[in-house]
């Protein structure tokens, strides 16, 4: 978060464009513009530049539209719309890891489970991890992709950890033969059916 208090002239986003190339590629940048008292036109167009060179994904501006609203001299600001719910499987990426689940109050069939998986491996991470939690049940299509999945990630040299898996699930994944790199680990106790 890089918040700017004071007028967006070329120089100050000059300066701004120093922060942001000083910092990591993969770093996510939001520049915080609320709190500035205007801006010119040649400040706005490099900061914009700026945002086109280095990725809209990587780079956020905020604040333009609460900027022009004080200028104009109105209160009334339309809000941007919220940005989409996800639904479905999705993929977080968190350091060297990334965690393929169910998205927040989502229950899903591990059926569709593939793609997320695919697309976890394909990321330069160490470790896949895939969160069974808030999902009907592992399907012989979820298995199959998982065991496919360990393979893969064993060729790669990554490694594969299964949690919040049912215990029924975690004894068909124990004998479906996965890589000696992937780990079933079950769910905890209170979740589930706690064994008898």
Known sequence: MLPVDHV??????????????????????VIDLTGIAGFDSDGATELLDLQDRVGHDRLTI???RQAAARLVGTDS?????APP???????????????????DGDVLSTDDLEPMLTRALAEEVAIVVVDLRNTTGLTPAGLHALTF???????????????????QAAEVLRGAGL?????????????GDEPS
């Open 62 to 64: 905020v604040g333009f």
């Open 8 to 29: 967006l002239t070329r120089v100050v986003a000059s300066d701004i464009t120093g922060q942001v190339d000083r910092l990591p590629a993969n770093a996510h940048v």
């Open 179 to 191: 890589s000696a790199t992937t780990y079933v680990a079950p769910e905890p106790l209170g979740f």
């Open 77 to 81: 600001v339309e809000a941007p719309p």
């Open 85 to 103: 719910r996800e639904h479905g499987w999705v993929v977080r990426r968190l350091r060297n890891l990334a965690v393929v689940q169910p998205t």
């Open 149 to 167: 999945a360990s393979s893969y990630a064993a060729v790669r040299g990554q490694e594969m950890l299964v949690v919040n898996v049912d215990a």
